[in-house]
């Protein structure tokens, strides 16, 4: 089945810095690709998506890349804030089935 | 966002006994999912429902796991009987298409099978 890998695992950071999330998968029927993330005690919260005919996507501080040559994916955040501190998740998902593969997630904390 | 609740939030049972986890999707989403989540491991699929009927479920969803959603309710994740490796905590997602559209995600519920 699909694996989906992220890297680095955590990420600490002052905060005004970008920060650059890295996102492999396997399964080249994957065609969308949305992230979450988590902060602690609290719900998965979509964040952004992106489908297999698009190469990327920006809104406000996020901005997503997608190879779907290298299959990778690359999840960039700028100007952070100790409020983007958690748990980032890339996942794919195959069209037929919306059934979503999770990345292990990166822990990502601003300092203030 | 949309917001999907899970009752309850948390959940401790003896091994061998039944547990019902309840999932409030958001009101007009018409795809239920379950994942399970193992501490410290990937959050991994379970199974998705739509129309009263499972459209897919993944190994992890053995024969002592059931869903339904009866007359619009709640969407439930019935174990019966509970094993010690279902502790885990266990998501609900739903959304309002089914394949590439977004998932809205349940805050969890806390199992533990003692």
């Known amino acids: 089945g699909e694996q989906v890998e992220q890297l680095p695992s955590s990420l600490i950071v002052q905060e005004g810095a970008s920060v650059l999330i890295n996102c492999s998968y396997t399964?080249?029927?994957?065609?969308?690709f949305p992230w979450y993330k988590q902060e602690p005690g609290k719900r998965l919260q979509f964040i952004i998506d992106?489908?297999?005919?698009?190469e990327r996507k920006q809104t406000q501080r996020l901005t997503l890349l997608f190879d779907k040559k290298t299959k990778h994916l690359s999840l960039h955040i700028t100007a952070t804030q100790p409020g983007d501190s958690a748990i980032y998740f890339c996942?794919?998902?195959?069209?037929?089935?919306?059934?979503?593969?999770f990345g292990d997630g990166t822990q990502l904390v601003v300092k203030p | 966002g949309p917001k999907v609740l899970q009752i309850p939030s948390h959940q401790i049972i003896d091994m061998g006994q039944m547990v019902t986890l309840n999932c409030d999707p958001v009101?007009?989403?018409?795809?239920f999912y379950w994942y399970k989540q193992i501490l410290g491991q990937q959050m991994e699929f379970l199974v998705n429902?739509?129309?009263?009927?499972?459209?897919?479920k993944s190994k992890l969803f053995k024969d002592q796991f059931s869903v339904e959603r009866p007359d619009g309710s709640y969407f439930t994740l019935k174990i019966q009987p509970t094993a010690l490796e279902d502790s885990a905590v266990y998501f609900c997602?739903?959304?309002?298409?089914?394949?590439?559209?977004?998932?809205?995600f349940g805050p969890g519920t806390r199992l533990l099978v003692l």
């Open positions: 992106i489908r297999s005919n698009m």
């Open positions: 429902f739509y129309n009263g009927k499972v459209m897919e």
């Open positions: 399964d080249s029927a994957s065609v969308y």
């Open positions: 997602a739903s959304s309002l298409g089914g394949a590439q559209d977004t998932q809205y």
């Open positions: 009101s007009n989403h018409l795809y």
């Open positions: 996942s794919a998902s195959i069209d037929s089935n919306n059934r979503i593969f």
